[in-house]
């Protein structure tokens, strides 16, 4: 059973302030290179009880109380080539905002939350 630790939450935010700051407004980084480059457990299709969903949650939760860009939005799924569902829901649930049911418009919210967290100095 893979324990997250407060250093495990701190390596994966330092992780993706690394990787917002790469210049490049197009640059986003994937589920499993994350998983790959942190050594995390493999994406075994269960999401909800992977750890970086957990690791993910508490980031969000912190990003949304400091009333900052979710740092997770840089992460996608490589085959769709956006975020997972569970970025829209946190979204959503943590920012107030409204998701749309419509996939432009979500695309639309998600690039505007990409944008945004580049610009960030977290």
Same mark, same amino acid.
């Given at each position: 059973?893979?324990?997250?630790?407060?250093?495990?939450?701190?390596?994966?935010?330092?992780?993706?302030?690394?990787?917002?700051?790469?210049?490049?407004?197009?640059?986003?980084?994937?589920?499993?290179?994350?998983?790959?480059?942190?050594?995390?457990?493999?994406?075994?299709? @269960?999401? %909800?009880?992977?750890?970086?969903?957990?690791? +993910?949650?508490?980031?969000?939760?912190?990003?949304? #109380?400091? /009333?900052? &860009?979710?740092?997770?939005?840089?992460?996608? @799924?490589? %085959?769709?080539?956006?975020?997972?569902?569970? +970025?829209?829901?946190?979204?959503?649930?943590?920012? #107030?905002? /409204?998701? &749309?049911?419509?996939?432009?418009?979500?695309?639309?919210?998600?690039?505007?939350?990409?944008?945004?967290?580049?610009?960030?100095?977290?």
């Amino acid at each position: 059973m893979f324990v997250i630790t407060q250093q495990i939450v701190q390596q994966t935010a330092d992780y993706l302030k690394q990787h917002l700051a790469i210049n490049n407004p197009y640059y986003t980084v994937s589920y499993k290179k994350i998983v790959e480059d942190l050594q995390l457990p493999e994406l075994d299709g @269960n999401w %909800s009880n992977h750890p970086l969903c957990k690791i +993910f949650d508490q980031l969000d939760q912190l990003d949304a #109380k400091l /009333s900052r &860009p979710l740092r997770t939005s840089i992460v996608i @799924n490589k %085959s769709t080539g956006k975020p997972g569902p569970g +970025f829209f829901k946190a979204l959503g649930e943590y920012t #107030k905002k /409204s998701i &749309p049911k419509d996939d432009i418009k979500q695309l639309e919210l998600w690039a505007d939350q990409l944008e945004q967290a580049k610009k960030y100095n977290y």
